[in-house]
């Protein structure tokens, strides 16, 4: 026997095939073409402020560089000031006048080796007698 239904019906309801970011429906509130539009202009307007911000922070990092830059130039001026300093202060006539201040002089010897003798050495002690070794 036939069941009473109404024409139009479907047991099953209609399914969805995903999720969609911007559904146009028919309602009356989206019959307004700014209304309907309205979604993308606010997408657009995200990525302007986006834009812009990405634009100040990159302006913002430009100028520390450059601040960064005229510190750096700065510390290597002094650098090379200080080494040059230091190199003067270091040569042999520099360090002869400073040393005359403390009544230190050069010595006129040519310097020499001072070699132990062999016995010395491989354990064998004898009496100390003063041996010169060459000047080299």
Wanted: proline residues 7%; positive net charge; hydrophobic residues 35%.
């Amino acid at each position: 026997m036939a069941e009473n239904r109404p024409k139009n019906f479907n047991p099953e309801p209609p399914k969805r095939d995903s999720f969609k970011l911007f559904r146009w429906g028919k309602t009356s509130a989206n019959s307004n073409p700014s209304t309907r539009l309205l979604p993308y202009f606010m997408y657009v307007a995200i990525f302007g402020i986006i834009y812009i911000a990405n634009t100040h922070y990159a302006e913002r990092n430009i100028r520390k560089i450059n601040r960064l830059k005229g510190e750096v130039d700065e510390f290597r001026l002094d650098y090379t000031t200080l080494k040059s300093e230091y190199m003067l202060a270091g040569k042999r006539t520099e360090v002869a006048k400073k040393a005359a201040r403390l009544g230190i002089s050069e010595s006129n010897k040519p310097a020499y080796k001072i070699a132990p003798r062999r016995s010395i050495l491989f354990g064998q002690v004898k009496p100390a007698t003063q041996e010169k070794s060459k000047p080299w």
